[in-house]
């Protein structure tokens, strides 16, 4: 039997539910992108605001392209089950009720459409990835691919579109992915969009809607065949919705709502003024290892991210990486103990209760290392500081990029394979990172940078 409003009784009793009533709760937030990440971090935290007496936030979930999320929780009624790995107590599982419905945009923008313009909807978060930014290497919109099908751009301008017409306030907007500064760049962008593609509603938006920045954080590994049976077996029904994650959550959002929002700061969220501090220091610090520990760690022949992080070769790397070289280029908040924060960083990697795949963290290099290496490394190169750990693992990802380790699983693939057939091992750091490179405007690299990379990657074979 099957996980459901109607089979909720049927639930083993000391799995844990909803603690409000799910149907009487008008639809406040629209998720674009909703995948395991958002389902075992936002939607948790937002369950938990109406399980302390918020009312009214219920989510409706949105895919951008695949049917699969809505296939797999509609006949669920939105509900699914989330199992943390690796605490004291062992696994725990629940149940979460905050997704009452997901559209899939692309066979459905009507009810999309109607669902942002009600005026019960207020915060539209998004988790789309890097790469649902669509911009380009130099961090530039790309104004055409913005404008093609239902992107988050086309989307939100509708939305602001309706809203406008029919005189209903503005939105808050707030992007959940692993952007430096997100929040502001997610509203330049959309500036710069609506500015070319719906000029109408370009003073609207910048009056009406807030786009804060947050710092997401959850590891929530891809749910494997294995987790299904084990969610099944605890639950007594079967959730083709599951995930599992770690005990661990953090949510830090700027304080800058252009509309009223979910209790999520009595639920442990954090409203701040400023969230650089936190953002640089997960993107440099975890984001930064994890990327290390995928090239570094696929190369050497493992899969998971416990199994690289325990490997005697690679361990002072990632370490460096992140206490030394990523940890001095960030301006600390009050409060903000940066070799505590590596410590907990390092004891999450090493959870074997939660494999973590390698691949996964891999996919989609060329829109993760700007942030999560490159601007470290212009800072530190700009005060002479040396970065062997920070170019040790950029070397690895150029190697990756030639698909060394196994298909290449980013949006930029075929551009990197046609310069790596063009430059060739002699001349490929040059053709990215060189003066007109393909990254430098994240990062020019000195001639002496140029070759303590060539060097690397002439060593591997
Ligand atoms: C990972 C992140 O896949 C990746 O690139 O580095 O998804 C990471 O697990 C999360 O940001 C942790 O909060």
Redo the contacts with the bound molecule.
């Keep these: 039997m099957r996980l459901s409003s109607a089979t909720l009784a049927q639930l083993r009793p000391d799995v844990a539910r909803p603690a409000y009533d799910r149907a009487a709760q008008a639809t406040g937030i629209v998720h674009l992108g909703i995948g395991a ?1 958002h389902r075992a971090h936002q939607a948790v935290f937002t369950d938990d605001a109406m399980a302390a007496g918020d009312r009214d936030w219920a989510i409706t979930g949105v895919s951008l392209r695949s049917p699969q999320v809505r296939d797999t929780m509609v006949p669920q009624d939105g509900l699914y089950s989330v199992t943390t790995r690796g605490g004291p107590s062992g696994d725990e599982i629940r149940i979460i009720g905050a997704v009452r419905d997901v559209i899939v945009a692309p066979e459905n923008p009507g009810a999309l459409a109607a669902t942002l313009a009600a005026a019960s909807t207020r915060i539209v978060t998004l988790t789309v990835t890097e790469k649902g930014y669509l911009r380009g290497p130099d961090g530039r919109l790309d104004l055409d691919a913005a404008h093609r099908g239902q992107t988050i751009y086309t989307i939100l301008a509708t939305a602001m579109r309706a809203r406008r017409l029919s005189g209903i306030g503005g939105l808050t907007i707030l992007s959940c992915d ?1 952007l430096a500064d997100n929040g502001r760049v997610l509203g330049e962008l959309l500036q710069t969009y609506c500015e070319r593609h719906a000029p109408e509603e370009a003073a609207w938006f910048a009056r009406e809607c807030a786009c804060p920045s947050t710092m ?5 590994p891809a749910t494997q065949e294995s987790d299904y049976a084990s969610a099944a077996e605890r639950l007594g029904l079967r959730d083709e919705a599951a995930v599992v994650t770690e005990p661990f959550r953090q949510w830090v959002i700027e304080d800058r709502f252009a509309t009223p929002r979910p209790g999520w700061d009595r639920v442990e969220a954090e409203m701040v003024d400023d969230v650089r501090p936190y953002e640089t220091a997960k993107l440099r610090m ?2 930064g290892a ?2 290390a520990l995928a090239y570094l760690g696929l190369a050497a022949g493992h899969s998971y991210v416990h199994q690289a992080v325990a490997d005697p070769a690679l361990f002072p790397l990632v370490e460096r990486l992140m206490r030394v070289e990523a940890a001095r280029t960030i301006a600390a908040a009050l409060g903000q103990d940066l070799d505590a924060y590596a410590d907990a960083l390092l004891a999450r990697f090493r959870n074997t209760a939660l494999p973590h795949r390698l691949a ?2 891999a ?1 989609d290099g060329s829109q ?1 290392i700007g942030q999560r290496w490159l601007e470290s490394l212009t800072v530190n190169r700009a005060r002479g500081q040396d970065c062997p750990a920070t170019l040790t693992a950029l070397a690895a990802w150029i190697i990756h990029v030639r698909g060394d380790n196994g298909p290449v699983d980013d949006p930029m693939a075929e551009q990197l394979n046609a310069i790596w057939g063009k430059a060739g091992r002699e001349s490929i750091a040059a053709a990215l990172f060189g003066a007109g490179g393909l990254f430098a405007s994240h990062w020019t690299a000195s001639e002496q940078d140029l070759q303590v990379l060539t060097d690397l990657i002439a060593a591997r074979r």
Aim: aromatic share 6%; hydrophobic share 45%; glycine share 0%.
């Design positions: 990440f692993n997401v954080d959850r590891i929530v975890l984001n994890h990327s996964q963290i996919m993760k």
